[in-house]
């Protein structure tokens, strides 16, 4: 299986050229090509269409009506129609079918969220079922179909409205700084939430921050502001615990819903603690968790007493000589409440672990490692009773890619569907059905529908490809080894529109370089960037790889850049380079780098490490010292300030300041709140105070990334700044 | 009078080589030639030497020694050594005597203050004759020679140390909401400071301002912060009251040191009120202060009750149809307490008018103009009570000069000292004689001593030009007219270095514009700036003009502006470009502009209102929109945007900022308190969404002017865009 997905790997190594130019065609305008853009999304987004489960049963949601398909032919028919839907509603509040759901398998029963209520309306008999109001104001809202409670955060404080509309507050104290029900731990191991339903839905588990003791970032809003307020800038305060700093602790509490009653569970001291990976036991007993120590090296996997809020049982332990980093609850199998799987890296790569319980729940057992390989499992997409299998994706068929497969208890697997391109499956409650939504580098957009049992496919949609009508650069991809020299990197290159072999071409890497990502897959056009596509056409070589320390590619391989984040990576990139430099049309005299985030830290420090290797620059909302990141994240790959200072210092844009020699241009959100402006404004600071001349940009208002018409006028900015110095 | 004026600038016109330029002789480094720079006190600055009265006679200050000199030879011979003074203090209390004070006339008593006392020591008998101490944490010290009372602010309180060394606290809710003894009104209308001794030293006047009703400005400082706290970024919140928005409130009260007791002036509602120019009577029994009302258009001249705070008479009103500016106290002739001065523009020109107070001080009658003309009186330095006259600077003899004349109470005007260049002068407490130092545009420094009675100077010392050993570039001045086409407008133009009249060069507008300024002035080498000479020497022609608006050339010239800032203005600069444009040598195609504060709005105004004319701009700590500017210095020019909505809004740059062609880089200090961040920052926002490309530059931590080696930076910076963008 690993020698298969090499070959995979080997054949992409073969420059290919993806797609036929053609003079005649129509060059792109950047409008074109950036999401934001006015024209972007008729000739740069696949045309797609919108699906749902209803029970095993498959349905395409349209404007005006929801259609039933046959899974044997994919042959649509009217289930019911909008003007069915909104009968009993109120005039004009249902607009459109693309947003309903259907929780409730064999009954004819549509949900829909409009603004200000929650409605069921019975597609049959024309009826309002239900409905339930819902705050204007209301956030994060967590709604169990069994129950129908509804769970929602408002002014950090959390509610619970019931199934007959009666809204209760859980607390009453929430604040700036002490949150409630929201999304905890700067959304680190796999927190996206902060509410969590017990199965039947009458118990919610959820978080509650107290981040008082945190440092403020006074954030700076520049208006405008409404008529009664002043037009002078206001402040606008977050908290943002920065590494080796105090943090916030957290505490997960039980509201019973029935009973009223709020209990929180019984964790002692939060103090550098981290809770995650939260997950009820199918009877709703109990409620695991797991516990990981602020050095980020220690985690377990703890069960508690729903009832009570006691400890019941400390389940798993595991530790790592850099980091673990749990990422996913348990999930218990459907068939039998006594055994869960574990997603873990502990054996190199992420795989699926099969654990079963002792009978009074105290301790588990390791049945079976369901997974193993050179590979990683990404997501289990849920379970198939029916044949006792997991669904998951992985990278196992491609490492470029994403496809479904699914694994018995037993291990044996399987792929559902094609294991080309990259994959986004929906699949059914009952685990038999799975919505396949993928794309590869020839493929723009395929919808199918697959039978989990039978892994056989129907399907559904193909799109059309929308540059089809345009002058599309050629895009290569390959591999070349890493600074370690065995390692392969994947890399893509996109060379200028009309290419001519025997002319010198100006090359841009962009660059992103940290964990939990990669810029080189199998999705439509090799992931190409639509600015990729811009610069080629405006004469660039345009080239990205993907350096040790980025996602799916095994711990060894992401653990590589551990305490010393950046030295690694900027040695895979100057690999790049000498591979850039190795081709007779690139002119090594008038190298360019960008990248954001990460890939603005990356850019900043080989501008001011390697000075002679770019000729410019162009860094976005870089980090230019993880001293001023969050302790989350930050710690993870860095440990502390106090515990890695060389680490630190080392790795630090300000200590480069004075290096700096060829143009650099840094962008920033000022209002971002991820690599705060103290990042950028540090590093300007050290520059003037060594002497240097980087160059500034700023999009006041804006957060981490530049969206909609901002974004657009970004890739112009960045796009004028290589025009200006490295084209000629 | 005034046609010796006229002749004088009129010869001005006549362009005329000012230095020789000198093939052999060094280039400038730009270290030489800004304030900040490494070598720029060496290169740049002329040598000075430090004077001081001690009564009538004039001393001279050195490190080691005071020495007297003879006022009619201008020969110095000691007087004490530092050895001597030092005696009587600590070890190491004194290290020169640079700083030595003699408030006593005919006692060889010298004060000096020290970090940590007042020390006065006897240099005849080498004793400490008295000493105060000073909290370390004290501003705004005001210290009374008569009474040796001192008066500070620290933390926004107002204290008092008296004679004995006992301190008190005259205020203690001080706060940023509620400053003590500070200047108020943002230091608008003459106001410098907060506190006012009584002529015995023994009443305090002082200034309370209550500013809680005031927006709040969010400054953010980006540390560095000391060991034990955050490193993340911290608010310093910054009270700041936008045109047309709720302004302070201030009151005037009087603290009486030997009852140790405050109360405050019957001053009513405070609110949309000025105070300013507060002037005690000789006997210390009255105050006099100009109230002025939120519209500025109308002053009143007050007086009020010392011990009891009532008002006892309206003694004066001034009204104008766009603006009253009172800038100047009342002054009470030595000779006659019933007499006073007072400084106004009434008559169109700043001049002075003598007035006599009613026997029971309720009234006051003119009994005289005692200057007038088409110049104007810039500031009086005292009394000469021996010939009854007022010691005062002018332009009367040069448009572009300042001199010193006195005036006696019959009107007999007589210049004192050298009338041409730009003089600073001292005048002796007993007005008998005068310090000169002055330079004009062919001197580099001149300190004359000088008799008021007899108008005869004595050469001090002459200082030799820095610049000699330089290549200084050719400087011309001269007048163009105005856009009315009436007025002439002085404009300073400096030719490259090596100037070569078959050449076409590119010209940079250095601008500035507003009131309460000029650019060219008969000072050292027309007041070129050490910029200016810097890009002459990179191969740019330098051209500034002060147009309509700008100081010193009466009311009618400054007012041409009053509710559209900016649009004269910029007429008035265009006739600059097209005179500009008309020189052989001057590429039309390459002009750039250059403006800081109210040029870096003209700058942006001119790129936004004519964005063809200049090629490139660099607009520094600019105004943008006048509704971001503050109420005093903002709504005198421009009223409220209440009451002038289209004159803001016409004048606004961000509704300008479509139109934005060309290359603009805006800088901005980070922390700017007078034009704050948030023009800039809305500007860039307009920009964006105007789909319009600024660039941009910061000083984090800075205020609104860069200094020290950052002003340095700066120019670097700025020269930079100029060789980037408008050099090629």
Redo the contacts between chains.
Sequence with gaps: MVKKMLTAVLLCTVFAQIMAQNSDKKLFTLEDLIPGGGTYRQSSYPENRYYAFWGEKCVELDLGEVKAIDPATGESSTLFTLEQAAKPLQQGELRHLYSAQFPYPGQPLALFKQYGRRALVDWQTGELVWSQPIDTAAESEDFSPKSRNLAFVKDHNLYVTDADGKTRAVSTDGSIDIVYGEAVHRNEFGIEKGTFWSPDGQLLAFYRMDQSMV????Q?S??PFSHDQ??????V?DK?P?AG??SHQVTVGIYDVKADRTHYLQLGDPTDRYFTNIAWAPDGKTLYLIELNRDQNHAQLLAFDAQSGQQTAKLLEQSDDKYVEPLHPIQFLPWDSQKFILQSRQDGFSHIYLYELAKNGRSCKLLKQLTQGEWEVFDVLGFCPSEKSIVFTSNEADQLGCAVWSVSTSGKRKAIGSTSGWHYPTLSADGTALLDNWSSPTVARQIDLASTPSAKTTPLFTASEPWDNFRVPEIKVGTIKAADGTTDLHYRLVLPTDFDATKKYPAIVYVYGGPHAHMVDATRHWGVRGWDIWMAQQGYVMFTIDNRGSEHRGKAFEQATFRRLGEEEMKDQLRGVDFLKSLPYVDADRLGVHGWSFGGFMTTSLMTTYPDVFKVGVAGGPVIDW??YEVMYGERYMDTPQSNPDGYDSTSCLKKAANLKNRLLIIYG?NDPTC???HT??F??AC??A?T?P???????DGHNMMG??RV?LH??IS?YFD?FLKK
Excluded at 215 to 218: G, K, L, N, V
Excluded at 695 to 701: H, M
């Design positions: 440092s403020t970032y006074p700076v520049i208006g002043s037009r002078c800038a206001q402040l305060p943002y920065m700093e105090t001293r001023f000022g705060v402006p103290q404004l540090s300007i600071r003037i105070d002497g001349h160059d500034l940009f700023t999009y006041p208002g018409t901002d006028h112009e900015h004028r200006d």
